[in-house]
């Protein structure tokens, strides 16, 4: 079936990943109202066994997890690294393992967890606390996106066919 629905939104945001829900959360932190992101997976925590691997959080990523309040619930989900080895295989297999010295003593700890938790982890603080204000739906694939100078139109599949009107600035 082809349907041609269209929508008014402030923000569409293409992408339910990590980055794509991080923006939403920081739109929303920053008073950003009605912020759609569209997903083409079917949930945030869908496990696809081709793409299946883990996030190391470290220092650098924290500091999104700091903003969000959320690093203690990382924590909680994830395995946490803090010493660092290296481990040389000579060609006859004899391996020689050595305890890497750690130059910043703050470092902190990384945290490693699926990609699968941590999207999932983003996606329950939306639910929690900005339902009113950021809108993910899922199974929904961008195919274009057109500037009509006035409006951005986003076409995408769901069900059907439909696009969305996003109004530009003045
Ligand atoms: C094997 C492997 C290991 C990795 N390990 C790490 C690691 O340890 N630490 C780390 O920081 N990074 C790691 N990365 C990099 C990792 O991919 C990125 O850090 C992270 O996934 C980027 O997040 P993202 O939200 O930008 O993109 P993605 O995770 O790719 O998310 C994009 C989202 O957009 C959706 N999407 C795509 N196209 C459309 C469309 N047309 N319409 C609707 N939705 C769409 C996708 O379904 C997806 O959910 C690894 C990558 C690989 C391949």
Redesign the pocket.
């Known amino acids: 079936m082809t349907m041609n629905h269209s929508y008014r939104k402030n923000v569409v945001i293409?992408?339910?990943?990590?980055?794509?829900?991080?923006a939403a959360l920081m739109l929303a932190k920053r008073g950003w109202k009605d912020i759609t992101v569209?997903?083409?997976?079917p949930s945030a925590n869908y496990y696809e066994p081709d793409?299946s691997?883990?996030?190391?959080?470290d220092g650098r990523?924290q500091k999104l997890t700091d903003s969000l309040e959320i690093t203690d619930k990382l924590a909680d989900l994830s395995v946490a690294s803090t010493e660092f080895y290296l481990t040389f295989i000579q060609k006859d297999g004899t391996r020689k393992t050595k305890k890497l010295p750690i130059v910043d003593s703050q470092r902190k700890a990384a945290y490693?967890l699926p990609?699968s938790s941590f999207?999932q982890l983003l996606y329950q603080e939306i639910q929690q606390y900005w339902q009113e204000t950021i809108q993910v739906l899922f199974n929904?694939?961008?195919?274009e996106i057109k500037d009509n100078s006035e409006n951005l139109e986003i076409r995408?599949f769901s069900t059907c066919y439909a696009k969305l009107t996003i109004k530009m600035p003045v």
């Open positions: 293409i992408g339910g990943g990590p980055a794509g829900l991080s569209l997903e083409k997976r793409k691997f883990s996030y190391q959080i990523g490693w990609r999207v929904i694939e961008c195919i995408f």
